[in-house]
């Protein structure tokens, strides 16, 4: 470590040193129409070779040798922009971009941009644009964040309707899923259906599924970085949609020209609304809904300066009259504060405040019978970054992250005729930080390198009963309860300490392809407690604790990158190895809910997951698209599952293809198309069975964990989208129309495979019946048509 | 309970549909089963010994007919033999008024068939007796037709622990759906939840109401009769009872269903010191009728 150390200011200082009498360019890249600053513009200086590429923020800042250049800004989708620009001193140069075709001074067309995929050090990662999302066939012709990045290699699911994503192997708890830097806990409306990610208020969405850099930290797998629009800083703005299941509203506008802008953007479902007629008696009561609402502000104080605050609340609620209710959401707060200390050196400060609740009752007298429960995980963090721009090839990044967490896993009141009783479980506090260093660098022209550590630790604070657990009287039975300990608030109960190593290398072959290595270690400290198919909303999380250690992950992937036809095609290829430990298990029949002593069911385990993956991309021309293609195994060994030795995951996809096209028919009118196809995934089936009580009790002889197969899993979606009439351009309102249809071929799709007792009574002494089910989250054709319409 | 109303609104959401499919599964060897679910009444009590079988068999199980059954109070005060009748069943038949035991009473089971021994124990446990039947008229509300529902009224002993079965009988016909398998856990429905000695909490109360094939409660009609009996279980009962339970009920819960689980026995096979299937329990009852007026 402390060789690693003195190399690395070692490296660091002469740098520096050497960068003394340079200039630096500095600023923002924003879209011309609406002020939205773009992430991951190129900033290239024409014939050289250097150029940099915006930040999360936008921006960037660019050290090179007095002279004159030209500047060359650019973005896909964008045309690009190049200026002629004198470089005696440090400058503050903002671009804003206008969009292809539109008409704006020297347009040039250059392809320096598009060869990112080749070019940059980073691997792993899928970049989706909200304007690719939304030309996407989708469910019910619903735009969803989430539903379109399982269209990407890498990242699939256990089936239709389930929340999450799983990314190389990893369960769906070891995402971090980050709305404007703030965790979303649960990131699904409706179970699984609908992500809770509005889409007009979205900008881009990133998924790193590995060479995760060192400034993330939390989650095994993946970082998914979801990017709210700031809010149009230049006209007012009022977009919306009706669609089959939500409708849309968002307004943006200017507050102070150029200086602030903001932007408030809800959907609700409607579906009770519709019901609501014929619904009579206790019923008429029925609610069925989900909505959210995002928000968000900024404010420019000078070119130095700029503060962001944005919110989100959303919730589902059902409640079948007045005698049981049940709801969930998150709330989310973000305040953000970029600072620019020098034209080097740029800071972000930012504070969030996260909290996942969900609500349950029963019973219409409070007094009599009834059961209400609540719990919830809240978390407040703060976490300074700073991003030091030494020069074009040589970027220092350090920061640190503190995560205060408050876990209520359950308050609740049980009411037995009249009779209460408190079965609330103990709450649980934590407290989580990490510090990170990470240095890019270009060296011998031909290697980019980006190495960094992330130096985590967590506390398990006390405030609550510590349990311990002996043995299990034999294995699979629960580990039965031996002492308990009061603790005080904020002492530490146990605490653990975490080096993660980080390394990614580029190494350029030609100016259109690449070979690219990446190492991760990763810690999770926090785990969703989890044993269905499907993540209910009442999965709770919990940290790690005196019984349950944090979670660990290394993976090592290796990818060749290949542009063809002038950057029109982009070919990627990438092979991962991960293993695991400290996988969280359960002993058959746990109980995970409502639960004090739910330490004592939980198994550990280790993991290992490895693949391939290749995808090919079209990016220009009236026909675009990608297909990808994974090839994966995902497994266990867990001491008690599957007679100690490895098996697959539930979300175990052997093969995983997605074909994914766009075809402009005309100016108006595009044609898009998605083609899924996987292998069916395993589970566990009951293969025998046995009397007691005259009940037909299932066994699983062999106690063999996941060893069916279910069928296979093909769909085929379309949509046609029909923009606005070219000549009506200049009008204020806009609207455009989306005809889709989801499942096309009516394939019913297996979601699971199970066996059942078959409907009807047997008579005492006789034979139980019993049959095996198939069932189709969708079992027909979907179509679908939703209007949006813009007015500025 | 909760999942079951997940899914309510799930398919009101969407058509999610199921289909019945052929599959064979990789059941070969048949185990020995122990059904050995035996109460403290005067009446003959039977161990069924017999034969685990394909899940989509789809017949009687096969009795193991060449046993020696024999359980007996751990104080050796008395041995009773379970003697074979027909297809698997052994049979103790008490004198009149005598019973298995009493409450507190340590059970042990002995077995050996195939040269092989299995042995269990058990604890006769306590049971509350059962305050009442109720008949109520209810109003319509969700999956409830309006009409006469029947409650069952007892409480849960003081004392963290105590599980019972409650099995009901209308009209003759014994409640045996998979959602009729009512449990009880010191009045709820699992262990750990924190709940004591209060009234068994409302659905278990109402869950002695006959269902219909598409689980809705059947309303009563006058000259019912209701029979309610209130089983003790152990702990080892219990636990094998509610993975059975939330097993048998796994396909209600769609998306969110559970893995498959296997329930664990408690009749060890003292060769392996693995156990074989199926429990002994011997159970205190407690008992109570009504007939709707």
Redesign the interface.
């Known amino acids: 470590m402390k060789h690693f150390l003195l190399t690395f200011l070692a490296v660091c200082c002469t740098l520096g040193v050497f960068a003394q009498t340079n200039v630096t360019a500095r600023g923002y890249v924003r879209d011309a129409a609406n002020g939205e600053t773009l992430i991951g513009a190129t900033i290239y200086l024409e014939g050289t070779n250097k150029g940099t590429s915006t930040n999360e923020y936008g921006f960037y800042s660019l050290t090179v040798v007095p002279g004159t250049y030209t500047m060359v800004v650019s973005y896909l989708g964008f045309a690009d922009q190049r200026r002629e620009v004198e470089l005696l001193g440090n400058m503050t140069l903002d671009f804003d971009l206008g969009e292809a075709g539109s008409v704006l001074e020297e347009v040039v067309v250059t392809a320096t941009e598009e060869d990112r995929n080749v070019s940059t050090v980073q691997m792993s990662v899928e970049q989706l644009d909200m304007s690719t999302i939304e030309k996407l066939p989708s469910l019910l012709g619903e735009v969803d964040v989430l539903r379109s990045i399982q269209l990407l290699p890498g990242v699939t699911s256990v089936?239709e309707?389930?929340a999450g994503f799983n990314v190389r192997g990893g369960s769906i708890d070891q995402n971090l899923v980050i709305l404007d830097e703030a965790p979303v806990f649960n990131s699904s409306h409706?179970?699984?259906?609908f992500s809770v990610f509005n889409p007009d208020a979205v900008k881009g969405v990133k998924l790193y599924k590995g060479g995760i850099p060192a400034r993330y930290g939390g989650r095994l797998s993946s970082i998914l970085d979801v990017r709210m629009k700031e809010g149009n800083n230049q006209q007012f703005e009022l977009q919306g949609g009706i669609g089959t299941i939500f409708s849309r509203l968002s307004v943006e506008a200017p507050l102070v020209k150029d200086k602030s802008s903001f932007l408030l953007a809800g959907r609700r479902s409607y579906?009770d609304v519709l019901?609501a007629p014929f619904l009579s008696?206790?019923?008429a009561n029925?609610e069925?809904n989900f909505y959210d609402l995002t928000f968000k502000t900024n404010y420019r104080f000078n070119d130095r300066d700029q503060l962001f605050l944005s919110g989100y609340l959303g919730r589902d609620v059902?409640s079948?009259?007045d005698?049981?209710g049940?709801s969930w959401g998150n709330a989310t707060g973000t305040l953000r504060w970029n600072h620019l200390f020098s034209d080097k050196l740029f800071a972000n400060l930012t504070a969030y405040y996260s909290d996942y609740d969900y609500a349950?009752d029963?019973?219409n007298d409070p007094n009599e019978?009834a059961?209400n429960w609540d719990a919830s995980i809240v978390n407040t963090s703060l976490k300074p970054e700073f991003s030091f721009f030494m020069s074009p090839t040589n970027v220092l990044r350090f920061g640190g992250q503190v995560i205060h967490y408050r876990f209520e896993p359950a308050n609740a009141i049980?009411v037995?005729?009249g009779?209460r009783?408190?079965?609330?479980?103990n709450r649980q506090w934590a407290l989580e930080s990490g510090a990170f260093v990470e240095h890019e660098v270009t060296l011998f022209d031909k290697f980019k390198l980006n190495y960094g550590i992330r130096l985590s630790h967590f506390a398990y604070l006390g405030g609550r009963n510590v349990y311990t657990f002996g043995e299990p009287l034999?294995q699979?039975?629960p580990r039965p309860l031996t002492g308990f300990t009061p603790t005080e608030r904020n002492e530490t109960i146990e605490d653990w300490l975490n080096w993660e190593p980080r390394a990614a290398l580029q190494y350029t072959l030609s100016e259109t392809s690449s070979l690219k290595a990446s190492y991760q270690r990763t810690a999770q400290y926090i785990h969703l407690l989890s044993?269905?198919?499907?993540s209910?909303?009442?999965d709770i999380w919990t940290p790690s604790t005196n019984n349950i250690d944090p979670q660990l992950a290394d993976q090592f992937a290796l990818g060749y990158f290949r542009n063809f036809r002038d950057n029109a095609y982009e070919l990627s290829l990438e092979t991962y190895y991960k293993s695991f430990d400290n996988l969280i298990d359960y002993i058959?029949?746990a109980?995970l809910v409502?639960?004090?002593?739910?330490e004592g069911q939980v198994l550990v385990g280790t993991g290992r997951a490895y693949g391939t993956e290749l995808q090919l991309k079209k990016t220009k021309g009236r026909a675009s698209g990608w297909i990808s293609y994974t090839l994966a195994r995902t497994e266990r060994l867990v001491e008690g599952i599957n007679n100690n030795e490895w098996y697959p995951t539930?979300f175990d996809q052997t093969h995983n293809f997605n074909l994914t096209g766009f075809y402009e028919l005309s100016e108006r009118v595009t044609l898009s198309g998605t083609f899924v196809y996987n292998t069916g995934t395993p589970?566990?089936?009951?293969?025998?069975?046995?009397?007691?009580?005259?009940?037909?009790?299932?066994?699983?002889?062999?106690?063999a964990?996941n060893?069916f197969r279910i069928p296979d899993y093909h769909r085929l979606d379309v949509s046609l989208t029909l923009d606005p009439k070219k000549e009506k351009a200049d009008r204020r309102w806009q609207g455009q129309w989306v005809f889709g249809v989801y499942n096309l071929y009516a394939r019913?799709n297996p979601?699971?495979?199970?066996?059942?007792?078959a409907?009807?009574?047997?008579a005492?002494?006789?034979?139980?019946?019993?049959?095996?089910?198939?069932?189709?989250?969708?079992?027909?054709i979907v179509p679908s048509v939703s209007y949006n319409f813009t007015f500025k | 309970m909760?999942?079951s109303?997940?899914l309510?609104?799930?398919a009101?959401?969407?058509?999610?549909?199921?289909?019945?499919?052929?599959?064979t599964?990789?059941?070969e060897?048949p185990?020995l089963?122990v059904?050995a679910?035996l109460t403290n009444t005067s009446e003959p009590q039977t161990i069924?010994l017999?034969?685990?079988?394909?899940?989509?068999a789809?017949?009687?199980?096969a009795g193991v007919t060449d046993a020696e059954v024999v359980v007996c109070l751990e104080s050796g005060t008395a041995c009773y033999p379970f003697v074979h009748q027909d297809s698997g069943r052994y049979v103790w038949t008490p004198q009149p008024g005598e019973t298995i035991g009493a409450v507190g009473d340590q059970f042990v089971l002995g077995i050996r068939q195939g040269g092989v021994d299995y042995a269990s124990r058990t604890t006769m446990n306590r049971v509350p007796p059962i305050d009442s039947i109720a008949v109520r008229l209810e109003?319509?509300?969700?999956g409830l037709d309006e009409g006469r529902y029947a409650q069952l009224?007892a409480r849960d002993f003081t004392g963290v622990g105590d599980a019972y079965l409650v099995r009901t009988t209308i009209n003759d016909?014994?409640l045996?759906?998979?959602r009729e398998?009512n449990l009880v856990y010191d009045?709820?429905f699992?262990?750990?939840?924190?709940?004591?000695?209060?009234?068994?909490?409302?659905p278990i109360r109402f869950n002695i109401n006959k269902l219909d094939?598409a689980g809705s409660f059947i309303p009563l009609e006058t000259d019912d009769r209701i029979e309610v009996e209130i089983w003790s279980l152990s702990q080892e009962a219990f636990?094998?009872l509610?993975?059975?339970r939330?097993?048998?009920q796994?396909?209600d819960?769609?998306?969110?269903?559970?893995?498959?689980?296997?329930?664990?026995g408690n009749v060890i096979n003292l060769a392996t010191e693995q156990?074989a299937?199926?429990?002994f329990n011997v159970a205190a009852v407690s008992a109570a009728s009504k007939t709707v007026e």
């Open positions: 089936g309707g389930a409706l179970f699984g259906f579906i019901a008696g206790d019923l029925t069925l059902f079948p009259g005698d049981a049940f349950i029963f019973g019978d059961f049980a037995s005729q009779d009783i408190d079965i609330s479980v034999r699979g039975l044993n269905t198919t499907a209910i909303p009442l058959d029949g109980d409502l639960n004090e002593f739910v539930r589970l566990t089936l009951a293969n025998s069975g046995y009397y007691q009580l005259g009940y037909f009790v299932p066994n699983n002889a062999g106690d964990r060893n019913r979601f699971t495979v199970y066996g059942q007792q409907d009807g009574r047997s005492p002494g006789a034979a139980v019946n019993t049959e095996a089910i198939k069932l189709s989250v969708v079992g027909s | 909760m999942r109303l997940l309510l609104a799930l009101a959401a969407l058509c999610t549909c199921t289909d019945p499919i052929e599959l599964t990789d059941f060897t185990e089963v059904d679910w069924r017999t034969q685990s079988q394909d899940y989509y789809n017949r009687l199980p109003e319509e509300r969700l009224y016909t014994l045996n759906l998979p398998l009045a709820t699992d262990a750990g939840s924190g709940t004591d000695g209060i009234v068994f909490i409302a094939e636990f094998f509610s993975v059975a939330d097993q048998i796994n396909g819960n769609g998306i969110f269903q559970i893995p498959v689980a296997n329930s664990p156990p299937l199926g429990v």
